[in-house]
């Protein structure tokens, strides 16, 4: 949070357990109140940026946690309500759960099918992504369930050297990974033409110079999936931006040399 490359990030942070966000209470209400209310991280430090100081301040305030066990259920539950229900109202913006635990399911529901769950049906439902960060402690398939589930591929894990350095590292990897995968959709072409929302295609050129890739286009985020990928516009009617699957997404990050373009005037090419 200190970080001034966080500055812009619009960050809430809810602590699990505590208060009825509990193994025994299972509250995902109580889980989906934040501790400190969702707000911008600026580049300047604490006190002139008053969120990074809430922040920390309410992370300093904590102490070891004792009872209240690691109810996952309850917490992604409660993440996973707030997510939706902002994104529901502010559709422009990219909203995505981040899950941090030191441990493994215990107590409330500890089958890891129904908790990574939690997070396709949040996807699914609303295009929220869900990262999930492991510190040592967790079960890294688990974890990996999770993200997987919540479209990232895979989960973080952290702690066995710096952690705090650590949870920075996956906490930018998380940003760069929302950048760099959304697409302004333009209202007209360079000559001053309409654009067609049926006339955009995506294409991609290896950063090794192999063959151009065109990639297919899904109706929305829900029709993403593992083996298909592809693309989607946030409104099918208007749309203002062009997002790929995150599949898709994972496979142009992990070449430096990427170069992907978006095209106009050939009839949109489906996903297969």
Not at 57 to 63: F, L
Request: overall charge negative.
């Amino acid at each position: 949070f200190e970080d001034p490359g966080s500055a812009g990030l619009r960050v809430a942070l809810r602590f699990f357990p505590e208060g009825d966000c509990s193994n025994t209470a299972c509250d995902v209400t109580a889980c989906s109140q934040p501790a400190v209310p969702l707000a911008a991280l600026a580049a300047e430090s604490a006190p002139a940026d008053a969120q990074e100081e809430a922040l920390v301040s309410s992370v300093q305030g904590k102490g070891t946690a004792s009872g209240g066990g690691t109810p996952l259920s309850a917490a992604l539950g409660g993440a996973e309500k707030w997510a939706m229900s902002y994104e529901a109202t502010h559709p422009k913006e990219k909203t995505v759960v981040v899950l941090v635990t030191d441990g493994a399911p215990n107590g409330c529901d500890e089958n890891v099918n129904h908790i990574a769950k939690l997070a396709s049906d949040a996807y699914a439902a609303s295009g929220v992504l869900t990262y999930a960060v492991g510190l040592v402690g967790s079960n890294q398939s688990d974890m990996d369930k999770i993200a997987l589930a919540g479209q990232t591929t895979q989960g973080f894990f952290i702690g066995n050297g710096n952690a705090q350095a650590d949870l920075l590292a996956a906490l930018q990897a998380i940003q760069g990974s929302q950048v760099a995968c959304q697409f302004a959709m333009p209202d007209k072409t360079a000559s001053g033409e309409t654009i067609d929302p049926g006339l955009v295609n995506v294409q991609y050129t290896p950063g090794g110079g192999g063959a151009k890739v065109d990639f297919g286009q899904v109706k929305s985020a829900a029709e993403c999936t593992p083996q298909k990928g592809g693309w989607y516009y946030d409104d099918p009617v208007k749309p203002t931006s062009i997002t790929l699957c995150p599949t898709t997404c994972a496979g142009i990050q992990s070449d430096p040399g990427a170069k992907v373009q978006i095209l106009f005037g050939c009839a949109t090419k489906p996903a297969t």
